[in-house]
């Protein structure tokens, strides 16, 4: 019932973006101006955030002992992207099966993979977007003021249940046991200080890309905005998308994205225009690319889908 709801919150929110873009279409035409230069700008900086992407999920695999191969990582993360736009975030669990299928990693483990990715994406994005915001914008606004004062909480949040020590509890059922090798898991991994310090830098290289890309957009529509303001853009909208508060965060992220913009001093209608766009450079990536490396891991082996629609 939940994944509907999802779909149905997503589904309301994408109309009245496409409604409110529909009525000012009249003053935001004439901004969209995007070319095929720009056009093969955006996508090249998409293709190097799935690079990184991949690089940032291979390197805290193994610090959790397991060994994967790069090109891989790249065909899975693609496939990840396209499937979580299925309910149940179809992707994640895809990924959690193909990781125990194919390098032994179990569910309970996976468990702990991800939920670092999270914790080390919202700290990363939280920290860029803060410093972003105080030295070169400040908070003397109520609008930067709300904003800031979220991003130190994303920022608490992460840091805390990063390294907050937890007990663990001795083996009884198999709930008690999958709690036990998570809690296990988390506290390896939370004592590989290196690593994710390293892969925090990684995202933060996401963050980046994903600000480039908003950065392309909204100079090829002639706005001009500082180069810091799409620090804070895209890494709020890169922790909104990896939450996927609905579908692959359809809808959520364009607000959220057009929000932070009139906290920057751009026109709402604007910031929505370049989210819509940059939506659809996502889909049309997700869509081609993702479908293609679904297929190829499809043909290589069918049994992970049908095992993943079983989890």
Same mark, same amino acid.
């Given at each position: 019932m939940i994944k509907w709801i999802k779909y149905v919150i997503a589904i309301v929110i994408l109309c009245f973006l496409l409604w409110y %873009?529909? =009525? *000012?279409w009249g003053e935001l035409g004439l901004l969209f101006k995007l070319?095929?230069?720009?056009?093969? !700008? &955006?996508?090249? &900086?998409?293709?190097?955030? &799935?690079?990184n992407s991949s690089y940032v999920v291979r390197?805290?695999?193994?610090?959790?002992?397991?060994? /994967?191969?790069?090109?891989?990582?790249?065909f899975l993360q693609n496939a990840t992207h396209l499937l979580n736009y299925v309910p149940m975030k179809f992707g994640t669990l895809f990924r959690a099966n193909y990781l125990k299928s194919h390098y032994g990693l179990e569910y309970s483990r996976? +468990? !702990?993979?991800?939920?670092? %990715? /999270?914790l080390l994406t919202i700290g990363s994005a939280a920290t860029i977007s %803060?410093?972003?915001?105080?030295?070169?914008?400040? @908070? /003397?606004?109520y609008e930067t003021k709300i904003l800031a004062v979220l991003l130190l909480a994303l920022l608490v949040f992460s840091f805390f249940f990063s390294f907050i020590p937890l007990p663990v509890p001795t083996s +009884?059922?198999?709930?008690? /046991?999958?709690?036990?090798?998570?809690?296990?898991?988390?506290?390896?991994?939370?004592?590989?200080? $290196? =690593?994710l310090f390293v892969s925090a830098l990684l995202l933060a290289g996401n963050f980046i890309l994903s600000?480039?890309?908003? +950065?392309?957009?909204?100079?090829?529509?002639? $706005?001009?905005? *500082?180069?810091?303001?799409?620090? @804070?853009?895209?890494?709020?909208?890169?922790?909104?998308?990896?939450l996927s508060l609905t579908p692959g965060s359809?809808?959520?992220? =364009?607000?959220? @994205?057009?929000?932070?913009? !009139?906290?920057?001093?751009?026109?709402?209608?604007?910031? &929505?225009? @370049?989210? !819509?766009v940059d939506r659809a450079i996502m889909l049309s990536w997700s869509f081609v690319v993702g479908g293609l490396c679904a297929i190829w891991l499809w043909h290589k082996s069918p049994a992970d889908f049908k095992k993943a629609e079983r989890l």
């Amino acid at each position: 019932m939940i994944k509907w709801i999802k779909y149905v919150i997503a589904i309301v929110i994408l109309c009245f973006l496409l409604w409110y %873009l529909y =009525e *000012h279409w009249g003053e935001l035409g004439l901004l969209f101006k995007l070319g095929f230069f720009e056009l093969l !700008v &955006i996508y090249f &900086i998409s293709f190097l955030g &799935i690079l990184n992407s991949s690089y940032v999920v291979r390197y805290l695999l193994g610090a959790l002992g397991v060994r /994967t191969f790069f090109w891989d990582m790249v065909f899975l993360q693609n496939a990840t992207h396209l499937l979580n736009y299925v309910p149940m975030k179809f992707g994640t669990l895809f990924r959690a099966n193909y990781l125990k299928s194919h390098y032994g990693l179990e569910y309970s483990r996976f +468990g !702990v993979f991800f939920v670092y %990715l /999270t914790l080390l994406t919202i700290g990363s994005a939280a920290t860029i977007s %803060l410093l972003s915001l105080l030295f070169f914008f400040g @908070v /003397t606004s109520y609008e930067t003021k709300i904003l800031a004062v979220l991003l130190l909480a994303l920022l608490v949040f992460s840091f805390f249940f990063s390294f907050i020590p937890l007990p663990v509890p001795t083996s +009884g059922g198999r709930a008690r /046991t999958f709690v036990k090798n998570f809690l296990l898991g988390r506290k390896e991994v939370a004592s590989k200080k $290196q =690593e994710l310090f390293v892969s925090a830098l990684l995202l933060a290289g996401n963050f980046i890309l994903s600000s480039v890309r908003l +950065g392309v957009i909204c100079y090829g529509m002639g $706005q001009k905005i *500082h180069p810091a303001g799409f620090l @804070v853009l895209g890494a709020l909208g890169f922790v909104v998308l990896f939450l996927s508060l609905t579908p692959g965060s359809l809808g959520i992220r =364009e607000l959220v @994205v057009a929000s932070g913009a !009139v906290a920057l001093g751009v026109p709402f209608q604007v910031g &929505i225009l @370049v989210a !819509v766009v940059d939506r659809a450079i996502m889909l049309s990536w997700s869509f081609v690319v993702g479908g293609l490396c679904a297929i190829w891991l499809w043909h290589k082996s069918p049994a992970d889908f049908k095992k993943a629609e079983r989890l």
